[in-house]
């Protein structure tokens, strides 16, 4: 279990509050006193690692109001899905950075949307600044990485070359982390020290996997049963399930949890994450959501605190100043 409370990570920054991977967003996250913001990382036409929480950049960017990038509108394959709209990679680093950041839920947190259009996309690279001049961690979220490598694009390697060019490659303060056991497995060949950590879904498996291994692919559940940890150990150094693994609802919407996968992995030598911690009713198992509709906040306390009981090592939070209130 874990000794003391978890790392506290701003997911994206502070989008509860303002638009997702925007600076004033990250800005928020450590004024609030997270330990660590993370990014998710995209890249460009033209090799340059961008945050953005998927390649498709329709509905948190101005994008699809610019006249001059009309024709980049375009269908794409990623992760096995066929996605329509506007890529990340049909751009370059320039281009992008003419375009404005939006709230990717409105419907949700309006209050954030009031804040749209105001700020440029980040960097990968910009995001390491604020969080060096801010001094906190960074936990790197790799996004679609079998989708860039058959494009001709090695993650892997960019991510471990901009680290290295930034000074982070050994920093202590930086996780890596990716929902893709393959990406993860190619960084540490190459070379990386920094702990790597697995996300997971709570149905499924992950995508290299099915597109490598078809039908045999290892499912997420897998990962967690015994021998299905003692595999990770050897290959990474935590995981990071979706809360809803660890909160175990039952078909009711009772909840069960903490699950017993947290301890075991704990005492495997995992650390133990989860995502995503936020307090509306949309995001809340049923035993907690609470009247007022989606956008209002539930007994996200109640939720919370079977959480915190799982002694986790860290959590990832869009309302950095309640989950530094409440697990700090």
């Known amino acids: 279990m874990a000794s003391t409370r978890p790392l506290i990570i ?26 660590a913001v993370e990014p998710d990382v995209v890249l460009t036409q033209d090799g340059v690692l961008v945050v953005r929480h998927e390649s498709e950049i329709g509905a948190t960017t101005d994008v ?11 269908t ?22 003419t375009l404005r950041c939006r709230e990717r839920i409105p419907a949700l947190r309006p209050s954030s949307a009031g804040h749209d ?22 936990v790197l979220e790799i996004k679609h990485a079998a989708s860039f490598d058959r494009l001709g694009f090695d993650m892997a390697a960019l991510v471990r070359d901009e680290l290295r060019d930034a000074g982070w490659a050994d920093d202590p303060a930086l996780v890596i982390e990716s929902f893709e056991p393959l990406v993860l497995a190619r960084l540490r060949a190459g070379g ?27 499912t997420w559940a897998s990962m967690l049963a015994p021998d299905g940890l003692r595999r990770l150990r050897e290959e990474v150094d935590g995981i990071s399930p979706d809360k809803r693994m660890i909160l175990d609802p039952d078909r009711l919407g009772r909840v069960r949890g903490p699950a017993a996968f947290v301890a075991a ?3 495997s030598g995992l650390r133990v994450f989860t995502w995503t911690c936020r307090p509306e009713n949309a995001f809340l198992t049923r035993a907690f959501r609470r009247p007022g ?3 209002a906040f539930g007994d996200w306390q109640g939720e919370w605190a079977v959480l915190r009981a799982a002694g986790l090592d860290g959590v990832f939070v869009d309302h950095p100043d309640l989950g530094v209130g409440f697990f700090g």
Not at 122 to 138: E, F, I, N, Q, T
């Open 192 to 218: 990386i020290r920094i702990p790597l950590v697995q996300l997971l879904e709570a149905t499924g498996a992950p995508w290299d996997l099915r597109e490598r291994d078809g039908a045999d692919a290892a």
């Open 293 to 295: 509709g989606p956008a």
């Open 117 to 138: 259009d105001r700020e440029p996309m980040l960097r990968l690279r910009d995001v390491l600044a604020l969080a060096r001049s801010g001094g906190v961690g960074v």
């Open 10 to 35: 701003g997911h994206r920054g502070a989008p509860g509050y303002l638009p997702e991977h925007t600076r004033s967003s990250y800005l928020r996250a450590i004024s609030d006193g997270v330990d």
């Open 76 to 97: 794409r394959l990623i992760d096995g899905e066929s996605v329509t709209g506007f890529f990340t990679l049909d751009f370059t680093w320039g281009e992008l950075s």
């Open 64 to 74: 699809a109001d610019r006249p001059e990038f009309a024709d980049r509108r375009t």
């Open 265 to 267: 992995a704990q005492e």
